[in-house]
């Protein structure tokens, strides 16, 4: 499934508490703030995809702090966004060596984790995220985890994290269509449908990989028309969608 969230909440500051000797999270030197303010810089280049200068403002707060485990973690998403994995992997977990509780730091590396094809081993990391009681978004990490429990075929796992993470922000999107996909691989297809329709009615338009779902959930409940509808709003909109060559294919 495509990505559930903007990943960067981390740069409002730290949420967890350090254990190596090399960073003090209660410091307060203009070391510090200079760090603090780059990277946030960082995360605001990084929502609009300005990746360049988002790697050079992370250079700046490194320049001011080099073990502020912030920059080490912005820096991580902005290589992921470059798919170059190994240094984003290197940088998320330098940044957990050097604070080793911080929610959004293991929520980021979860999801990295799992959009590189290690589904069951970014599950940890979001539980670890949500055992911090401070920590500000658990429906991000519960959503995740339900995420990647689909994506690694942990059906019922996967439909309690999802539940968890609506049960906290009713009516979010990116749990519903996930609920949409867990019912529909356990074979509730009138579940599925319920959530599927949820989320169409909230959304402006729908992905290739979403439409190929309603197709899926319309034909296994019999309803050949609706089916068709969506598969020509498929075939319209993504004529080249792997999700379109699929079509022919299905039951």
């Given at each position: 499934?495509?990505?559930?969230?903007?990943?960067?909440?981390?740069?409002?500051?730290?949420?967890?508490?350090?254990?190596?000797?090399?960073?003090?999270?209660?410091?307060?030197?203009?070391?510090?703030?200079?760090?603090?303010?780059?990277?946030?810089?960082?995360?605001?280049?990084?929502?609009?995809?300005?990746?360049?200068?988002?790697?050079?403002?992370?250079?700046?707060?490194?320049?001011?702090?080099?073990?502020?485990?912030?920059?080490?973690?912005?820096?991580?998403?902005?290589?992921?966004?470059?798919?170059?994995?190994?240094?984003?992997?290197?940088?998320?977990?330098?940044s957990l060596k050097l604070e080793p509780n911080n929610s959004e730091t293991h929520n980021n590396y979860g999801w990295f984790l799992c959009q590189r094809g290690r589904p069951a081993d970014s599950i940890q990391h979001f539980l670890f995220a949500l055992k911090n009681p401070l920590y500000t978004t658990p429906d991000l990490a519960y959503l995740n985890a339900g995420l990647c429990s689909l994506k690694a075929g942990n059906y019922q796992d996967a439909t309690d994290y999802l539940q968890r993470a609506l049960s906290l922000r009713p009516g979010m999107l990116q749990a519903m269509v996930g609920m949409a996909e867990v019912s529909f691989n356990q074979g509730a297809f009138h579940t599925a449908q319920r959530y599927f329709n949820e989320y169409r009615s909230k959304v402006d338009g729908l992905s290739a990989e979403h439409l190929l779902l309603a197709v899926r959930i319309e034909r296994a409940l019999g309803n050949r028309g609706n089916a068709a509808a969506y598969a020509d709003e498929l075939r319209h909109n993504y004529p080249d969608a792997t999700q379109t060559k699929l079509l022919d294919s299905l039951r």
């Open positions: 499934m495509r990505a559930a969230l903007v990943l960067l909440l981390l740069l409002a500051g730290c949420a967890g508490t350090g254990s190596n000797s090399s960073y003090d999270p209660n410091a307060n030197t203009p070391a510090r703030a200079s760090a603090r303010i780059h990277t946030e810089l960082a995360g605001l280049y990084y929502q609009q995809a300005k990746l360049g200068v988002a790697l050079n403002e992370v250079g700046l707060a490194m320049q001011a702090e080099a073990n502020y485990p912030p920059a080490f973690n912005a820096r991580g998403l902005i290589h992921m966004a470059l798919r170059e994995d190994k240094e984003a992997e290197a940088d998320f977990q330098q």
